[in-house]
Nanobody, 124 residues
């Protein structure tokens, strides 16, 4: 069983930066790691996806060139570096892991088996 614990959210001014962390425990083979966000009264949307096997990461158009996802295998932790933050980035951010058995393209929340608790990011 995999458990994901997020940290790093907070409040920041427009143009600022934050780095979210997602520490994973458990030894289930994972196919990809995703970052999602959900703003009030909006559906959860994918922000970034890290694939295994050397596939290029995916970034939503709204965050491309501002956000960067990475992982540290030694620490079993993955990260979302967020730069040039905008008010429209305000949301609860979730990390998630998907198994090969449920993975399609990694862009849908239904493909993910394990989720972090969420961390609030507020940009003003």
């Amino acid at each position: 069983h995999v458990q994901l614990v997020e940290s790093g959210g907070g409040s920041v001014q427009t143009g600022g930066s934050l780095r979210l962390s997602c520490a994973a425990s458990g030894s289930t083979p994972i196919s990809c790691l995703g970052w999602f966000r959900q703003a009030p009264n909006k559906e959860r949307e994918v922000v970034a996806v890290l694939y295994t096997g050397g596939i290029r990461p995916y970034y939503a158009d709204s965050v491309k060139d501002r956000f960067s996802a990475s992982r540290d295998n030694d620490k079993n932790t993955f990260y979302l570096q967020m730069n040039s933050l905008k008010p429209e980035d305000t949301a609860i951010y979730y990390c998630a892991e998907a198994l090969a058995s449920t993975l399609d393209d990694g862009l849908g929340s239904r493909e993910y088996n394990y989720w972090g608790q969420g961390t609030q990011v507020t940009v003003s």
